[in-house]
């Protein structure tokens, strides 16, 4: 299995809703990963969990908030979002090793629109 | 000055033709150099790896220049299924890769 997983691929919700977005991958990699991405932009870094522990956080508001429940899965809660957090929200994995990362595996995105 | 620069194109392309456009990056210490190729809402998808000093794969080659700190991609005899955006991803550290803007590539018929 080479592929990451996301749910749902598309995304409508209000600014007073609560919705988590879900990533999967079974491919052993024990770093996985957070990007929004906007129009024509490259993706941004959000958040990277290591071996289920959460690594880096790129300043991301606190309405947006990560969960590793395992190794294979990877959430994003979202809460009180504004229109602004509309976009492409891309869930990767990727083996990493010391000093060294292998790349990333990317899944098809949760296409994100907020009301 | 940004991680990693690209030139955004877009790089217009008779089909057959071939096509080159490089990326920059700024950390001397980066191991890790990558292409993605991503089309109109899609996610990126990895097209090349390079470690050391290139990679070839098909149609498709990498030169990776450590002393100027740059990395090209050149794509022969260009087909109309080649359009899309080029990324160029460079790694920062374990954990965290580096985007370029991207490299708009239309190849016409």
């Known amino acids: 299995d080479t592929e990451v997983t996301q749910t749902p691929k598309h995304l409508v919700m209000g600014m007073t809703n609560k919705k988590s977005l879900k990533c999967e991958q079974h491919m052993g990699h024990r770093a996985m990963y957070w990007y929004k991405q906007k129009a024509k932009k490259p993706p941004e870094l959000m958040f990277v969990y290591s071996y289920e522990k959460l690594s880096i956080n790129e300043s991301v508001p606190s309405r947006f908030s990560p969960e590793c429940p395992n190794s294979s899965l990877l959430n994003l809660h979202l809460h009180a979002l504004q229109p602004e957090d509309s976009a492409l929200y891309l869930c990767?994995?990727?083996?990493?090793?010391?000093?060294?990362?292998?790349?990333?595996?990317f899944g098809s995105g949760t296409r994100l629109t907020v009301v | 000055r940004k991680e990693v620069e690209q030139d955004p194109g877009p790089f217009n392309v008779p089909e057959g033709a071939t096509v080159a456009f490089n990326c920059t990056y700024s950390?001397?210490?980066?191991?890790?150099f990558f292409w993605y190729r991503q089309d109109c809402r899609k996610e990126p998808k990895l097209l090349m790896s390079v470690y050391s000093s290139g990679n070839e794969d098909g149609r498709f080659t990498a030169q990776l220049n450590r002393a100027s700190q740059y990395i090209s991609l050149l794509i022969r005899d260009s087909k109309l299924s080649d359009s899309a955006t080029y990324l160029c991803?460079?790694?920062?550290?374990?954990?965290?890769?580096?985007f370029g803007a991207g490299t708009q590539v239309v190849v016409t018929p």
């Open positions: 950390n001397s210490a980066s191991q890790s």
């Open positions: 990767a994995s990727s083996q990493v090793e010391t000093g060294f990362n292998y790349g990333y595996t």
């Open positions: 991803v460079v790694n920062v550290n374990w954990g965290k890769l580096q």
